[in-house]
């Protein structure tokens, strides 16, 4: 290395860099193919399509790392080593845009959202990273103990099956479904003593399903579980890293060998494919989906803020603001590729953050190669119709893991919070908790609100959000520094 060149500009070997990269890759791809699986069958899209969601994410996920990593004009790139990858944050939200309107449509106006909420991050970029005082700790670790709660119940589902749909615990018996097509028939035929059936009548599922929660599913999510905790405890270095990769990789290997997995979509799968933008076609902007999707995006960009802190103290390259308005606004920019390319918000990943402090490397070039390995790998479809083939079982069990650790890394981010001397951080953590619970325990409560105003108040995540800031204003006011968000973001490897 050249005595001027700083350890973040330094170009290491051909072989090095590819490696490191691969590490960095490896260690975020779990979480990086989670939520277009999430999203993909919320919309219940079909394989194909949710192949086609992995595919983008990755090649996005490149896009949107290079960009940071290597800088584009002064305007785009914090030129550090940094992962940008899907956001947890932002599933809450996709998911009930997606239950409002599942299918090609839905597909749509959630791209149009996230879209519309790329151009006014990019826009509002350097506004965002002087509002760090209105997102202290206390309001960072509720939000991602939240995200991490909500995700819960999706790695739940995968494990024993949906409430509703094929795999619901109770089904309508057959024969009552029999009675009643009979007595629509006989109605309709005009037959005497048989009244027309009232519209919109259903039965009520009685009958145990056969499919919901099977002992053989239980079995393989217990498997990916185990596996993970036996790699968490007794690896070491990389290969702890990547504890929930290597999960899945055995959950899928017992599942195929349980005859629960088959390659057939991947034979049927190109090798090569290039990702083409608007492939569900041109897409629908609702002004509430767009504000929905851009207050996410002021919460993910004030957890990046925090985040690029802590990287400049570690790599020791301090960061200025314009520097940082320049990351925020990739965060912006890589969100609106995403929504170009079928895909979704992006942001730095923290797990990738805390792989730098424990390798040491600080090179943003490994992050540049990482970046070219998640744009060739968003090129192989196969790899994504194998992705998408994993049982939900296998995915539960790692759910579990990765979900529960986001929760984990909010709680130990309240744990620095002074709750002792302030006793109204504990009301700012106890109620916008709650808050953030009423859809997942009372998903019908705004039967009775607009309806165009559904999305904005059917995601916990966001309204523990607005409701954590909106409390610390009034019990702390605008007191939070940058200290307290770079002490939250060095604990934040996990998210």
Wanted: charged fraction near 10%; glycine fraction near 12%; proline fraction near 7%.
């Amino acid at each position: 290395m050249h005595p001027a060149t700083h350890p973040i500009d330094e170009v290491l070997p051909a072989g090095k860099l590819t490696a490191l990269g691969l590490q960095h890759v490896l260690v975020m791809y779990a979480g990086a193919v989670a939520v277009p699986l999430i999203v993909g069958r919320a919309l219940k899209l079909g394989p194909q399509e949710v192949a086609l969601l992995i595919s983008a994410d990755l090649f996005c996920c490149g896009i949107a790392t290079l960009i940071q990593a290597l800088g584009v004009t002064q305007w785009f790139g914090i030129r550090l080593p940094v992962m940008m990858g899907v956001t947890f944050a932002a599933v809450g939200p996709m998911v009930a845009i997606a239950n409002t309107s599942p299918g090609t449509d839905g597909a749509r106006m959630l791209f149009g959202a996230i879209i519309g909420a790329g151009i006014i991050s990019i826009l509002i970029a350097p506004l965002v990273s002087r509002l760090l005082r209105f997102f202290p700790p206390v309001v960072t670790g509720t939000i991602i103990a939240v995200i991490g709660i909500n995700l819960m119940r999706v790695g739940i589902n995968w494990i024993f099956g949906n409430p509703v749909g094929p795999t619901a615990p109770l089904v309508v018996p057959q024969e009552h479904s029999e009675w009643l097509s009979g007595l629509r028939s006989a109605a309709a035929a005009g037959t005497p003593g048989f009244p027309p059936v009232p519209q919109g009548l259903a039965l009520a599922p009685t009958e145990p399903n056969p499919r919901y929660a099977t002992l053989s599913g239980l079995a393989v999510s217990a498997v990916v579980m185990a596996t993970i905790l036996l790699v968490a405890k007794f690896a070491r270095g990389f290969l702890a890293n990547i504890s929930v990769l290597v999960g899945i990789v055995v959950g899928g290997i017992v599942a195929t060998a349980a005859g629960m997995m088959n390659f057939d979509k991947v034979g049927q799968a190109a090798w090569v494919d290039v990702v083409l933008p608007f492939h569900f076609g041109m897409p629908v902007f609702e002004p509430v989906m767009v504000l929905t999707m851009t207050l996410i995006m002021v919460v993910v960009m004030i957890e990046s803020t925090g985040m690029f802190l802590a990287l400049g103290e570690m790599t020791g390259r301090p960061i200025d603001q314009p520097a940082l308005a320049r990351g925020l606004r990739t965060d912006g920019l890589g969100t609106l590729i995403g929504g170009v390319f079928n895909t979704f918000p992006y942001t730095s990943f923290s797990q990738n953050v805390g792989l730098v402090a424990v390798t040491g490397v600080r090179s943003r070039w490994v992050c540049v190669a990482a970046g070219a390995i998640l744009l060739v790998l968003g090129l192989l479809p196969k790899m994504a119709a194998l992705v998408e083939s994993l049982p939900t079982v296998v995915l539960g069990g790692a759910g579990i893991v990765m979900f529960g650790m986001v929760a984990a890394t909010g709680i130990r981010i309240l744990g620095g919070v002074d709750f002792k001397h302030n006793r109204h951080n504990a009301l700012i953590v106890a109620i916008s908790i709650g808050i953030g619970m009423i859809p997942l325990v009372a998903p019908r409560y705004s039967q009775w609100m607009p309806h165009a105003i559904h999305p904005l108040i059917e995601s916990g995540i966001l309204l523990a959000s607005i409701a954590a800031v909106l409390l610390n204003l009034y019990f702390n006011g605008a007191r939070g520094d940058s200290r307290g968000a770079i002490e939250a973001a060095k604990q934040a490897e996990a998210h």
